[in-house]
């Protein structure tokens, strides 16, 4: 014997099949306007990369217009590729760290009195990180 539920849920898959097909144009969040610039800025696309005088890929000119109008809409806004913003994560971090080296060889140097609490202070400077963890540790264990 075939259990209702079965029935139930192929009908209901088929209803919302055929809702979708007739109802799913309008279900999208653009407007007629929106798709027809979408449609514009795409044929605008694909006419730059045939009559391009060089090879270029469909991504370096998708990412060109957005430089273009970052830079019309707004002069301070720049666009980045995924491997430029890469490096430039990778440069300001490491420039962060060499800030607290600085920072932290200022902080131990003050403190130091005698000749080998300055050489301490640029020992600590240089390996903060390490020296933080080990004091962590520390105050946890006792």
């Given at each position: 014997?075939?259990?209702?539920?079965?029935?139930l849920?192929v009908?209901?898959?088929?209803v919302?099949?055929l809702?979708?097909?007739?109802?799913?144009?309008?279900?999208?969040?653009?407007n007629?306007?929106?798709?027809d610039?979408?449609?514009?800025?795409t044929e605008?696309?694909?006419?730059?990369?045939?009559?391009?005088?060089?090879e270029?890929?469909?991504r370096?000119?998708?990412y060109?217009?957005?430089?273009?109008?970052?830079?019309?809409?707004d002069?301070?806004?720049s666009?980045?590729?995924?491997?430029a913003?890469?490096?430039?994560?990778?440069?300001?971090?490491?420039?962060?760290?060499?800030l607290?080296?600085f920072?932290?060889?200022?902080?131990?140097?003050?403190?130091?009195?005698?000749?080998?609490?300055?050489a301490?202070?640029v020992?600590?400077?240089?390996f903060?990180p390490?020296f933080?963890v080990?004091?962590?540790?520390?105050?946890?264990?006792?």
């Amino acid at each position: 014997m075939r259990q209702p539920w079965r029935i139930l849920a192929v009908v209901l898959f088929a209803v919302a099949i055929l809702l979708a097909g007739a109802l799913g144009d309008n279900l999208l969040a653009l407007n007629d306007e929106a798709r027809d610039n979408l449609r514009l800025y795409t044929e605008l696309i694909s006419t730059a990369h045939e009559r391009f005088g060089g090879e270029v890929s469909y991504r370096e000119l998708v990412y060109a217009s957005i430089q273009g109008m970052l830079r019309t809409l707004d002069p301070h806004t720049s666009f980045l590729s995924r491997e430029a913003y890469a490096n430039m994560r990778e440069k300001q971090q490491s420039s962060f760290y060499g800030l607290g080296i600085f920072g932290a060889l200022v902080f131990f140097w003050q403190q130091a009195d005698t000749f080998w609490e300055y050489a301490l202070a640029v020992v600590q400077g240089l390996f903060w990180p390490a020296f933080m963890v080990y004091e962590v540790f520390a105050a946890l264990a006792g």
